[in-house]
């Protein structure tokens, strides 16, 4: 699986809701339990799956689906 | 008695500053003279498309929106009251409420069809009405809100608000923290509750800015709104400031020059938090409360002021009075434990459906918790009677859990306590205890289910094999020796 898919799939899980409703466009709070929960369960599972770490500047960065793909690649290439 | 509603404070806003800004939502702004206007036009709507009439109730899903703003007043000056809800609340607990207090009006929820329900999009369509010259504003004793608290059994309880209640609450928070006019205030709390409802009515009420923002959860977005509307306070819960950090490490403190105050509420904060939090805002006023639904910030403790005494939860508001008594309602001595009880203006007169014995000694609510009383007037919070666990700022009894495990297999004894979170973000933790059991291999099947039947913040993060459940001669659980 692309990397890609799986962080969606990842953020699917979190917020619960469909994959195929989460695009790259996808933002935070544009789905109820994508609440401050929400995004620290998404942010925390990423860094678990990927064994990556995420500091706290580009982790305010990160405002939607896209820009927490980009994170994760280039922390994992 | 000199009683002023909070609507009447909001109209006298209106007269005597009508251009100054009070509310901005996105690209939307209103002025004092646009929000009364609009909040009488909401109330003439309501009266002519729902018969809404002195005495009636509406359940008001507290999304953040400026109708919403308009809806919450408008309902006060018809006479009707106010059940604000959480948009995301539970079918089974919605319907509960609904049969309890049986609304004329639901807004902003879908309910089966329920003819009573209504979208709030449909309020952009009223028209302006003229605000009369003589209005008749609501009274002191009469019920202007009902909210509901998670009840320790599980079952919501709704707490009764009067019009003196809610407006002696804005009165003795604007007094403690030090609001005036000039505040531009962000909220990002949520509304469904006593603090972030009550941060809407301090501010409109000082003749303030208020400034929505959805939550925290979009940090730039938050941080975007303090530069551009030169916020000078705003409110969260402890657990915001542990999200704050994580996300953003220390960059609030860059607005530490405008910020004139931060209400602090809802949970405990650890003690690193609270040194961590006076030292990045040397001017602000940070002012931590204690209170409950029943009795909206009772106590108050300002971080600097107060710096000696950071582990109280400081003293008691203008205008209340605390007292702190043994089982049988004997006031106790300085220094000696006992239940904290609170008597003022701002305590309710009660709940819904049951009678006020067992929650007051004589006028002073009943807090359920317990702690002590130094000669200075500090309160140092020791325990609490009830069990009430705070994941994030959001509650939950133990109880509820319990019994969706029960429902998963009628076999299984449990018994669910918080801890704190060992990620150290949410506060505390679910945490279940179960019963040893041949029926049971591992804790995933009930996880699963939980998962499927509860609220995510609701579902244990920690589960455990226990070979009994600790009870009293009674059979009451006893949480307090479980770990």
Known sequence: ?77 | MDFESLEEKIWSWGISTPEKIALINKNEIYTYKALFENIWATKIWFEKEFALEKGDSVLLGANKNVHFIFSYFAIHLIGAKVIPLDEQIQTERLDLIINKTNPKLILGFKHDGDFRCCDYDILSTIKTAVVPNQIDFPKFNQVADILFTTGTTGNPKGVLLTHENIASSANNINSYIGNDSNDVELLALPISHSFGLGRIKCVLTIGGTLVLLGSIVNMKRMFRAFEEYKVTGFGMVPASWQYIQKMSGNRLADFSGQLKYIELGSASMPMEDKLRLSQLFPDTRICMHYGLTEASRSTFMEFHSDAMFLDTIGKASPDVDISIRDSLGYEMSIGEEGEICIKGNHVTIGYLDAINNDFFFEDYFRTGDIGNIDNQGYIRLSGRYNEIINVGGKKLSPFEVESKIHEFDPRLESACIGIKDPNGVMGEVVKAFIVRNNSLKSFDDINNFLNTKLESYKVPAVYEWIDKIPKTNSGKIQRQKLK
């Open chain 1, 1 to 77: 699986m692309s990397t890609a898919n799986k962080v969606k799939e990842i953020i699917a899980e979190a917020i619960e809701v469909e994959v195929s409703k989460i695009n790259e466009d996808t933002a935070i709070g544009d789905f109820p339990k994508w609440d401050s929960m929400g995004q620290l369960v998404i942010i925390s599972s990423l860094e678990k799956q990927f064994d990556i770490k995420i500091d706290p500047e580009v982790i305010m960065d990160l405002e939607d689906v896209g820009d927490m793909i980009e994170a994760v690649e280039e922390r994992i290439s």
